[in-house]
C-alpha cells in the first residue's frame, strides 16, 4: 500500500487527495466491517450503557428496567421484532452494497 501511496505523492498528490483516493479505497471494506461488527455488538453493552447515560437513556436500557418491574406485554416482543428486522435489513443492505462492485467482474 505504502507503495501506491508514494506513487501518488511523486505525481502530486496531496495528503488528502493521497487517503481519498488511494488509502480510504483500500480499507474500505474493513472500515465497513468494523462498523458493522461495532454496531451489532452494541446491542449488547446494557450494563455499560447503565453507566454512560444520563437522563432518559436507551431503548435497551429502558427495556431491563421495565421487564425487571413488569412481566413482558407484547410490546416487548414487538419492539424486538422490530429490532430484529431492521438489523436484518441493515446487514442485507450492506451485504449488497459490498459485494456491488465484485458482482460486475463476473
Known sequence: ???YE???RVLG???WQVFLRITFPLIFF????VALFSFVLSWG????????SQGQGTLPVYLFARLQS?????????IGTVI?????????VA???LTRGQRRLI
Open 45 to 52: 453493552e446494557l450494563s455499560r450503557t447503565n453507566f454512560v
Open 84 to 92: 430484529t428486522g431492521v438489523a436484518a435489513i441493515a446487514l442485507v
Open 30 to 33: 474493513q472500515v465497513v466491517g
Open 6 to 8: 508514494n506513487a501518488a
Open 1 to 3: 500500500m505504502e507503495g
Open 95 to 97: 451485504g449488497l452494497l
Open 13 to 15: 498528490a496531496n495528503g
Open 70 to 78: 413488569f412481566a413482558p406485554t407484547p410490546e416487548f416482543y414487538s
